[in-house]
């Protein structure tokens, strides 16, 4: 139906509407000319907005977080469009489409075959550089891709019909043209009006400046599930150098030297227009570079100096020399015997006086590097990714003198006597990465179900939010039922606290626990357990205490692996047996994956069990140097940032397990620590508002009793008309006022 | 003594039935048992008669060996000859073993079904004594026509019925018992052998091959719980273990179930993440390619205990699947091998359309329209409303329409039988036969309760036999129609004469 929100027409594709829903596009709509910062509880409300400003606002861009995500937003879109041209009886030209890798929209017969995506971006590659297709005007026999071919040809002209296209659909219309799906998607974002893709193809410098560069500033950018945007932007922005990779530098060095030499005697005149290009400081010229796949430079937009390439690296041998010398650099750095920590200025004074290394060619070392490949039409490019991360590493040291600290450890901590250096190039600071996006787009949202603390997003990635809000849950039913479990039946407290998990009697009373509840749960539960490592220990003793055959009685038992192909089987079972009756237990892990990933929802989980509080490994030194800058930056204490953490891959963790009204889930926090105000605090309003002060230190005879409860309630008729008027709205009673001013509670802000 | 002439298999002297000594022969066809100074058996079974054999366990002081019979009457022999008693009744253990698969196979299965039948029919059972004890039809002619209309029922109704799925702790329920001195008992049941046998083929396969020829049934199951394949935290170093080969195809099993991949885009891991950051980037600690051999071996026992249990329990629910769904999972298998990506490409396109829009729906928010009715279509609405008329003449049936419905007519008596047990009830007969009946409704009211009441039960009980055998001979006499062999003809005299004479 038609909505009139504040003046603004909004097309809704369903019959009836949560109250949240027309909460948050109300607050939506009071604020798009800025950021935003929310806290809806599912994620269709954040599609909601797609519908409420495609005539306004010229672009929107839309990240999500994986393949599944993004294709699940796209249909959505589809059903919307639909309805919307039901209505209005207009076919409006109107263009949607999802971006992804290579590997996900190749349809090149031989390439998409390849399992992996650098294998898949690799022969792309070899198929369709610039100079490739350069060489094949000479020589036909060269083999190039007949779809990009074929796209280069005809496909730029001719804009793409306007429609929605999900992945599936680019590659049927690929296939159907002829066409390469995913250069056509590349660059039909130029036009589209809405865009679809994963947070790397903005947050990334390097893949951001080939993609996103061109998007117009009147965007508007969507963060969805973006709990978790603060460690994207961290992993983007940091690298990490072994003594392997030094080792396979050290041969694509020498690839290097012999390619300049030959092509010296051969085709002098080459490296000539380089250096001549060079001097000038002329950027490449833009032709045909986009399939090119040379990393590009990583360091953000604003700071790529503007400027010719210095005289000390301008020569190609010279810069090979200049190569070699840092990396014996490195490599002598990692000799060392004890842990290392210190600043970039640090660093590069040293590697001044040790090797007369100055700070402005290091800047240019990426740019100089990817001028060079290009020179050298060096085809397999995966080949050459260990000297791109030197220089890119280079660069980065070399540009910012904040926000970065460099950490050598001369072995893992858990093998102290195998040596294993690694340089850690580590990114602290999140705001860094995503500064530029606040910058350049007109409006930013930021959106997620478990975004909680609301507060602390702001302070960690350094932005002044316009709106922050968060929703509550309208409910007829109470269909979740977070009970937090923290003695045994023996009144041992029951906590993954360091001291105390690998005590007998905390693990035997886990064991109790999830044995208790197989027996009383149907279909599928769910278990997170903190960390591999712990979870790997606790099977090993259940499975010696005889307590996993007990639970076998009840259900089968699958559990996550560290090979994301056996996790993916053990999922797949997971559900065809919660889906034949069986029923199943799933023991997985938080931050893994599964967890952050995959939904179980309705019968696929309807009890999930967060067995211990999932803290960061704290004895990591990168982990330690960011909570110094946390604290020193920012003002955040240590100990608030853990929990932080921790609480939202918690609630992360349980979240998976409910996705509507109609659904329902027990949500287990075993743990005795999850009581405290600290911790309950954080968790998202949604959670805590049914956690009552009766269910804060239960025992297992409790919790059973409580979850018996709850299920037998649960699994009475839940008809529609129990929820009409409440949590379920027409758009009669959305008009009705007293409706309206109970929607104005649902927001909170924050 | 006919028999005597038969191939005597083995000869056990001092075999004690009954608390009387005797002689134990075991023929080509059957075990005899005659006893001392007697030379006749007061005891023969033919070997397609005996069901199973059972043994006194080891360590008993009386060592028996007892024979089960299909009819459930059971014989006991009591093997007594001192010192070789144990060596005698393993020999005729074995011995036994080896013949009695021969003859279960063509144990007379027919016998057995019919066996069956008339136990789960109580009416054909009556129906049986009615006709054939009494003589009326002889026993071929009874189960003639019936036998093959039944093994189709049959085999539908055993396909009806729900195979039962393998506890996940069928396993679990092996309690090793200590027996005192060092040693650890199994107690093993037949079911429990079903369980592992269908949840681990490679194990079956095993016994097929060793059992009897190079080990004992006992030996294979001691070995099977000695082996590192029950104990799958222990790590497997020994090659000569007959289970190490199980273990091995049971990991390749497992790869290939990897790679296959998963059929749901939804839950496949290596698509989630669309771009992976290159290696050496990012804040996570790169995992070191020597990962396998530092791993202390704990931590190795420890990923073969969650191996094993993803295995496990990806086998137990595959062995409950087994069956229902062979074809398509060959038509699934085929396809994948053969796999390059187009096809599994095209192969895979609706599942996921499916799997993404069912997770775009919210049922509570679409209206009703979900429930999809299927709409009464009618061609002529006045026909409804006004009830079956006479048809108009402009309808002619086809001479070959005519000849297609005589001939499934026909072939529907021929499977014709009567469900007496589903009829309508009496009184909604007997009010129906009152208002047929001259008067017509106006009666009712007098003949209903009558004839429950003013029959005698037996003779009500009589009377109803007498319908069914009836019935019954009527259903024969009319099968043998048209009459075109002697037989036949013979026996629709048979069929009159009896019809008549039950009359």
Redesign the interface.
Known sequence: FRLNIEGLLVYFP?????PEQYSYMLELKRTLDAKVCYNPFIK?ISSCMQYAYPLEVTKLVYCSR???E???VV??LR?LMDYYAKQTGVKNDFLALAL??RK?LCIH?EV??LRF??EVDGKCHSLTASYIRAQHHSNPSQPVCQFFEEFDAVGRQVPIPPGIYNL?DL?DFGRRKGWCPYFLARYAILHANIVV??Y??LL?PK?ADLVSKELAKKSVVVFDEAHNID?VC???M?????R??LDRCQTNVETLQNTISRIKETDAAKLREEYRRLVEGLKEANVARETDIY?SNPVLPDEILQEAVPGSIRTAEHFVGFIKRFLEYLKARLRIHHVVQESAPQFLKDIYEKVCIDRKPLRFCAERLRSLLRTLEIADIADF??IT?ISHFATLVSTYSKGFTIIIEPF?DR?PT?A?P?L?F??MDPSIAIKPVFGRFQSVIITSGTLSPLDIYPRILDFRPVTMASFTMTLARTCLCPLIVGRGNDQVAMTSKFETREDFAVIRNYGNLLLEMSAIVPDGIVAFFTSYIYM??I??SW?EQ?I???I??N?????E?Q???????????Y???CE?G?G?ILLSVARG??SE???F?HHFGRAVIMFGVPYVYTQSR?LKARLEYLRDQFQIRENDFLTFDAMRHAAQCVGRAIR???DYGLMIFADKRYARADKRGKLPRWIQEHLTDGSLNLTIDETVQLSKHFLRQMAQPFR?ED?LGLS?LTLEQLQSEDMLQKIAQIAQQA | MASLSEEVLLVVKRVRQRKQDGTLYLMAERIAWGPEGKDRFTVSHLYADIRCQKISPDGKAKIQLQLILHTGESTTFHFSNGSTALKDRDATKELLQQLLPKFKKKANKELEEKNRMLQEDPVLFQLYKDLVVSQVISAEEFWANRLSLNTVEHSLSNNSKQEV?I???F??DIRPQTDGCNGLRYNLTSDIIESIFRTYPTVKQKYAENVPHNLTEKEFWTRFFQSHYFHR?RISTGQQDIFSECAKQDEKG?KS???Q??????????????????????????P???NSS?KSL??N???A???R??HH??M??AA??RKADAPSDQASETSSTDG???DS?FFQ?PL??VK??E??E??????DSGRKTIALNLKKSDRYSHGPIPLQSQHYTTSQDIINSISIIQHEMRNYKPRLTQVMSSNAASSAITALSPGGLLMQGGGQQTINQLVPTDVQIELKHLYTAAGELLRHFWSCFPVNTPFLEDKVKKCTFALIFTN
């Open positions: 369903y019959d009836y509407i949560y269709l994986t393949v599944p993004i294709e699940k249909e959505e059903k992804s890798s996900n017969p998409s075959s995506g650098k599936d590659k893709y994963s790397h193809y990334d893949i460690n961290i992993d983007s940091s690298v990490n150098i072994t392997r990779t990393l990714s260990a991360l893992e093998t195998i294993n690694v850690h580590s990114c790997e220990n099977v090993a499975y005889g996993l055959e007990n076998q009685r259900k089968l038992i699958f559990i692996t090979d994301a192909a056996e996790t993916s089987m053990a999922l797949e079972k559900q065809e047996a034949n069986r199943a994956k599964v990933g995959i939904d929802v990168i509507g009204k109609t529609r929820q379920l | 799925g506890s996940a702790a396993l679990a935290d497992l179930m990897v790679t991949g998963v059929k749901n885009p939804m839950v496949d891991l290596l698509l989630l993440e669309d771009k992976t950051l290159d290696e050496g980037y990012g804040t996570a600690t790169v070191t390619t020597s530092n704990r931590e026992s420890n990923s205990i969650i191996k249990f993803n329990s990806a137990v629910l409950g699947l390059n990506s187009r490409d396109l996921k359309k993404l829009q997770s775009i919210y049922d509570d928010l679409q209206g």
